[in-house]
């Protein structure tokens, strides 16, 4: 073997072949790795989703999120003291609402007492200055878990939207500084804005789900929220086919154009090719979401035994930043900057 070896270090001159050029030079020492990095990842590019459930005291994991749990308002509000101690910028509130609340119209998310705006009220008294971040769709609150209003059968695209500009409204008032439609009806942003605008509520932002692919990778989320089991049908009529990349292009177009702030693609890894070109052709502030099957295959993963997680974790987050990502909303924004901080 080691004549083999030798034999061929003879047949092949490698220092012609390169002509001096050898890029495992800068790779040699972690001084030099450093120096050279083209991109870098920091507490200050991580948005935290959370789950909130009714009651107090509440600590309610979630069975295909390992180290997720739904939290009761008290509780969140601890977990989100502790985020901010951390240094992460921003949540993204998520609620679990009681099944006896659902109904074929999602009218509880128009009420201003409703789950998430009691959240946002206690976290914005007690941790002011983080960013918050809320969901608007109604999926949470339908009894047929969709994200919208259901006409002769159809998602009904318009009827929807006025309901979503009502709850984006509303959620604003509670405290929220981000709005963030999820639910892919069409114009729903423009909509968003002129409601929050008319409510004289000049300054809320907008983080549009721009590109949002209906995706396998939403499964364990759908299992928190309480939605999975309600869910008659898919949501192809209105979230994007996973085949489709251009017209993300045409998505971002319309949101930009009706006011969003920020754009965002969804779900995370398996559409970096999207992120880029959003961020590549519109220069917005853009971000991902490592969504919960993202989350569950890693955390399945690192508890067989088979990878290791906090690697995979910086791995993952860090390739979100080099595809153009300014931020990225991941279950495991506390453990990234646990990570982080000791790096
Ligand atoms: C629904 C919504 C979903 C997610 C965020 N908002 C799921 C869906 O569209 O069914 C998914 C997030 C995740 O999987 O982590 N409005």
């Not at 083999?4 to 002509?19: C, E, K, N, P, T």
């Not at 998520?94 to 009218?107: I, K, Q, V, Y």
């Not at 047929?144 to 959620?171: K, P």
Request: hydrophobic residues 45%; contains cysteine; charged residues 25%.
């Amino acid at each position: 073997m080691k004549d083999d070896a030798a034999a061929r270090a003879d047949r092949y001159d490698v220092r012609s072949i390169l002509g001096g050029v050898r890029l495992r030079r800068n790779r040699k020492a972690d001084w030099s790795r450093r120096l050279v990095r083209e991109t870098t990842l920091s507490h200050n590019d991580l948005i935290w989703p959370l789950f909130v459930v009714d009651g107090d005291g509440v600590t309610d994991p979630v069975a295909s999120m390992p180290g997720v749990n739904r939290l009761s308002i008290d509780r969140a509000v601890e977990a989100i003291r502790q985020a901010a101690d951390m240094g992460i910028p921003a949540v993204a509130l998520f609620p679990n609402t009681p099944a006896s609340l659902r109904d074929e119209r999602g009218s509880e998310a128009l009420n201003p007492d409703n789950l998430v705006c009691r959240a946002c009220r206690a976290i914005k008294a007690a941790v002011p200055d983080i960013g918050l971040i809320t969901d608007v769709a109604l999926d949470p609150y339908t009894s047929h878990g969709h994200d919208g209003l259901i006409v002769d059968g159809r998602i009904a695209n318009d009827e929807t939207v006025e309901i979503l500009a009502r709850q984006s409204v509303i959620q604003a008032a509670a405290g929220a500084d981000v709005i963030a439609p999820s639910d892919m009806m069409d114009g729903r942003v423009g909509a968003i804005r002129e409601a929050l605008d008319d409510a004289a509520l000049l300054d809320t932002q907008i983080m549009a789900y721009t590109a949002k692919y209906a995706s396998a990778f939403y499964g364990p989320f759908r299992d928190a929220v309480g939605s999975g089991t309600m869910l008659k049908g898919d949501k192809k009529t209105y979230q994007m086919d996973p085949a489709n990349g251009t017209e993300a292009l045409r998505e971002a177009e319309l949101d930009i154009a009706e006011g969003a702030d920020m754009v965002m693609v969804k779900p995370g890894l398996p559409y970096l090719d999207i992120v880029w070109r959003l961020k590549d052709t519109f220069g917005m502030p853009t971000f991902a979401y490592q969504v919960s099957g993202e989350y569950a295959m890693i955390a399945a993963a690192a508890a067989a035994g088979v990878l290791d997680r906090d690697t995979a974790i910086l791995e993952s987050l860090g390739a979100f930043r080099r595809a153009g990502a300014d931020g990225i909303l991941t279950y495991f924004a506390p453990d990234a900057a646990r990570l982080l901080s000791a790096d």
